[in-house]
C-alpha cells in the first residue's frame, strides 16, 4: 500500500498521473487522501469532473466523515433532526424503499439488536406505552380486530399453560392443514356446521376427572365444533360424549368401534 513517501503524495505528481492514466484510457486513478491507485468504481461520480469522479476513495470519504461526526456529534444530530422535520415524507419513502430491498439485512439486524438490547427494549416499550396509552389500546385493538385466529389461539395456550399440559407449537395454518387432512369442514361431535367455530380441546385441559391427564395442546388433540356441542361437551369424557352425541343421529359407536376391531 503507498505511504505519503509516495511521489502520487505531491499534488502536481498526481494530477499529471491521473492525467496520464485518462489519455490512456485506464478506468483508475490515484486517491488524493490515501495516494492509493484504484479502480474508478472505488471513487464516487462528480459531473464536470474530467474523469467523472471525485478526488478521494469512497474509503477516505467514509473515514473522514467518521472523524468529522465524532468531533461535531452534536451539531450532526441537529442537522439530522432539522432535515427530517423538513423531509419527513422523502425519510419515509426512502426508508420503506430501503427496507424492502434489503428485508433479510434488516431482519437480522433487527433480531440480533434485540438478542443485545432486550432490557434496553422492554423499558423503551414501557415508557413508550405509559406515554400514548390511547395510541397503544388502538394499536391493540386493531391488531386483535384484524388477527382473531391468532388472538383466539393466544387464549387457548395461556389456558393450556394454567392447566398444566403440555404445549406443542403450531399456527393457525397448520391447524387447519390438519382438518383438511381429514376432511374436518363441520363440527367434529354433531356434523352440522360449525358456525361459529369454536376449536375444541378433544381430551379436555380441565377433565372432570380429577385423576386423568389433562389433554395436550396440541394439533392432533384440537378439533372444530359448533358453539352448541362444545358448550354441551364442557369437560366431560370425549368418547362418552361423542357417543351420545352420535345415538342423537342414529349411529352406535362402540358398534362402530366393535367393527374395525374385527378387521
Not at 474508478?40 to 461520480?45: A, L, N, P, T, Y
Not at 467523472?52 to 468529522?68: D, F, I, K, L, P
Not at 468531533?71 to 427496507?99: H, M, V
Request: aromatic share 10%; glycine share 4%; proline share 5%.
Amino acid at each position: 500500500m503507498e505511504t505519503k513517501t509516495s511521489p502520487l503524495a505531491d499534488k502536481k505528481y498526481r494530477m499529471r498521473f491521473n492525467q496520464a492514466m485518462r489519455e490512456k484510457g485506464v478506468p483508475a486513478k490515484a486517491c488524493g487522501s490515501c495516494f492509493v491507485v484504484k479502480g474508478h468504481g472505488e471513487f464516487s461520480v462528480k459531473r464536470g469532473a474530467a474523469d467523472g469522479r471525485v478526488s478521494r476513495c469512497r474509503t477516505c470519504v467514509a473515514s473522514a466523515s467518521r472523524r468529522w461526526v465524532a468531533k461535531n456529534s452534536e451539531r450532526k444530530a441537529e442537522t439530522n433532526r432539522r432535515w427530517y422535520e423538513e423531509n419527513r415524507d422523502r425519510a419515509a419513502e426512502t426508508g420503506r424503499r430501503w427496507r424492502e430491498e434489503n428485508r433479510e439485512r434488516k431482519a437480522e439486524y433487527n433480531r440480533q439488536w434485540y438478542e443485545e438490547n432486550q432490557e434496553r427494549k422492554a423499558e423503551t416499550d414501557r415508557r413508550w406505552r405509559e406515554e400514548n396509552r390511547d395510541r397503544a389500546a388502538e394499536n391493540v385493538r386493531r391488531w386483535r380486530a384484524e388477527n382473531p385466529e391468532q388472538v383466539a389461539e393466544h387464549h387457548r395456550r395461556r389456558r393450556a399453560a394454567k392447566a398444566a399440559a403440555t404445549v406443542t407449537p403450531f399456527t393457525p395454518a397448520d391447524l387447519r392443514a390438519d382438518w383438511e387432512e381429514y376432511d374436518l369442514y363441520g363440527c367434529f361431535y354433531c356434523g352440522g356446521p360449525a358456525e361459529p367455530l369454536h376449536v375444541d380441546h378433544f381430551y379436555p385441559l380441565n377433565p372432570a376427572d380429577e385423576d386423568a391427564t389433562p389433554g395436550p395442546h396440541a394439533v392432533d388433540n384440537l378439533v372444530p365444533a359448533c358453539e352448541t356441542c362444545n358448550t354441551s361437551k364442557g369437560n366431560r369424557d370425549p368418547w362418552a360424549f361423542l357417543s351420545d352425541a352420535l345415538a342423537a343421529r342414529g349411529v352406535d359407536l362402540d358398534a362402530c368401534l366393535a367393527v374395525f376391531d374385527v378387521e
